[in-house]
T-cell receptor, first 112, second 113 residues
């Protein structure tokens, strides 16, 4: 999967707790993305990064924050998890926005 | 911002038939249009893409067409096989710095033998 590792792969957490998902790449790609996938909604962009410490919001960024202190790592944090954030989260990387992005295997997050 | 509409949401065909999935986009600055295939329990995988300076691209049984005037692009799969069954996503992007792919909602393709 193009050198992308998401961790954890599965997580169950309680409402109100903070959660951090990690995306690690070994491809040295400049761009990294976080998407969430929900039935009936497809893939929706949460946040993305176009370089170290350069990030921007996507269409569903409320309740999420990100950080990228190194090229290889992109962290997604849910400050206070809610049941509406139960979803499958995908990280993707690309070397250029006009080239295809490569996706990780996903993290299934359940907020109870 | 960009908006991508994808139709149909589900598509059932017999093995050997053709399948067509259509997408429209809103941002006239979009110039890159990839298609992804997602199998159950896996991440989406890029299967074909097209850039705005090309009208059609083929790769074996898969082809993509682009009509920039109408702002729509389509995926064509010929001689479908059961292993083509999956969820297919279209996406659009621009070449501006700090941009990202915006996806359609997906099409679930079922190929029955």
């Amino acid at each position: 999967d193009a050198g992308i590792t998401q961790s954890p792969r599965h997580k169950v957490t309680e409402t109100g707790t903070p959660v951090t998902l990690r995306c690690h790449q070994t491809e040295n790609h400049r761009y990294m993305y976080w998407y969430r996938q929900d039935p009936g909604h497809g893939l929706r962009l949460i946040h993305y990064s176009y370089g170290v410490k350069d990030t921007d919001k996507g269409e569903v960024s409320d309740g999420y924050s990100v950080s990228r202190s190194k090229t290889e790592d992109f962290l997604l944090t849910l400050e206070s998890a809610t049941s509406s954030q139960t979803s499958v989260y995908f990280c993707a990387i690309s070397d250029d926005p006009i080239q295809g992005a490569f996706f990780g295997q996903g993290t299934r997050l359940t907020v109870v | 911002g960009e908006n991508v509409e994808q139709h149909p949401s589900t598509l059932s065909v017999q093995e050997g038939d053709s399948a067509v999935i259509k997408c429209t986009y809103s941002d006239s600055a979009s110039n890159y249009f990839p298609w992804y295939k997602q199998e159950l329990g896996k991440g989406p995988q890029l299967i074909i893409d097209i850039r705005s300076n090309v009208g059609e691209k083929k790769d074996q049984r898969i082809a993509v067409t682009l009509n920039k005037t109408a702002k729509h692009f389509s995926l064509h799969i010929t001689e479908t096989q059961p292993e083509d069954s999956a969820v297919y996503f279209c996406a659009a992007s621009t070449s501006q710095a700090g941009t990202a792919l915006i996806f359609g909602k997906g099409t679930t393709l079922s190929v029955s033998s």
